[in-house]
């Protein structure tokens, strides 16, 4: 018995010792500026609170800026609002609130319905909006979000190669501006994807989620093929996620090999975001540590600061 007892130690030890080599390694260089660096928030939605709780919770943070996707709730502050408090730090995405409005209307189906109403008023202000930047692209586009939609209600799948998503392309790449989608990784819609990044140089596409349901073989190929995307990492720590297997990081364990690798490859390409929305938006503060004690301090200085706020600085072409 004695004998069993010390090799089920020993086990334990060694299994303990190979455990901590697999985690990854902190960099003492970016430690401290983990803690301090400026945050750009770019899957930031505006939920049914006041102005100041938005700016208070950024302001906690060291969040200089947010957006990159619309409101949601039913009565979220007006974008003026944000814009009056806040300034060039809210850089707000359109059609999200259209998109939302047609599914609950009209179904799925609608959402590639380019003649209904909610989108031909869309379109009808949207060249004006970009050019004066009182909007800076469009999103959060849900394209399909069947697996990874908090709610069934919630939840959908359309074609990406639509007269819709067309349209907000076009529009798009006149001004040089963003598109965020929520998608996941189905084969025909990366298929259609691949065409639009083609297609469209000048628009910044964006993946929430760091596209859920994909693998980093098919991302890497993305970023290797296509300059003009870029993955945001909302969603991706444990706070929100309950699937280890969806995380890329956490707290606890640092962050994925795997998605350490892909950062450090292309470390003009990742970006961060809370997504924090009804119920879970009192749970701000947690998101942004998470990035800071979970991502942050195993990149690589530069790749830090660039993750951090310097890729959304360049992408949305924020004021500094």
């Not at 010792?17 to 928030?41: C, F, G, H, M, R």
């Not at 709610?151 to 501006?177: G, Q, W």
Request: aromatic share 10%; hydrophobic share 40%.
């Amino acid at each position: 018995m004695r004998s069993f007892k010390l090799i089920f130690v020993t086990l334990v030890a060694f299994c303990a010792v190979s455990q901590a080599q697999d985690k990854p390694i902190q960099i003492q260089a970016s430690l401290a500026l983990a803690k301090t660096v400026p945050i750009a928030d770019v899957h930031m939605h505006t939920v049914d609170r006041l102005v100041s709780f938005h700016q208070a919770q950024m302001d906690r943070n060291n969040v200089k800026w947010g957006g990159g996707v619309g409101p949601t709730g039913k009565n979220p502050p007006s974008t003026q609002d944000m814009q009056t408090a806040l300034g060039n730090r809210y850089f707000f995405g359109l059609g999200q609130a259209e998109f939302t409005q047609v599914f609950y209307s009209a179904g799925a189906q609608g959402l590639t319905n380019s003649n209904h109403r909610a989108f031909v008023e869309l379109f009808q202000v949207a060249d004006a909006l970009l050019e004066t930047r009182k909007a800076y692209g469009f999103g959060e586009i849900h394209i399909d979000n069947n697996n990874s939609a908090p709610s069934n209600n919630f939840r959908r799948k359309v074609t990406l190669d639509n007269p819709v998503v067309r349209r907000m392309y076009e529009i798009a790449n006149k001004h040089s501006s963003f598109i965020q989608l929520h998608m996941e990784a189905d084969d025909v819609n990366i298929a259609s994807l691949k065409k639009y990044l083609a297609e469209f140089p000048n628009v910044s596409t964006v993946l929430s989620h760091g596209l859920p349901y994909s693998r980093q073989p098919l991302i890497r190929d993305l970023l290797e093929t296509h300059p003009n995307i870029y993955f945001e990492l909302s969603r991706k720590g444990a706070v929100l996620n309950e699937k280890e297997v969806g995380q890329a990081f956490s707290t606890r364990h640092g962050v994925k090999e795997i998605w350490l690798k892909s950062i450090e490859l292309y470390p003009d390409r990742f970006m961060i975001g809370s997504d924090t929305h009804a119920p879970d938006e009192h749970r701000y503060d947690e998101v942004m540590q998470e990035f800071r004690e979970g991502l942050f301090p195993y990149l690589q200085p530069e790749t830090l600061k660039k993750v951090a706020y310097q890729n959304a600085v360049r992408v949305f072409r924020l004021t500094e």
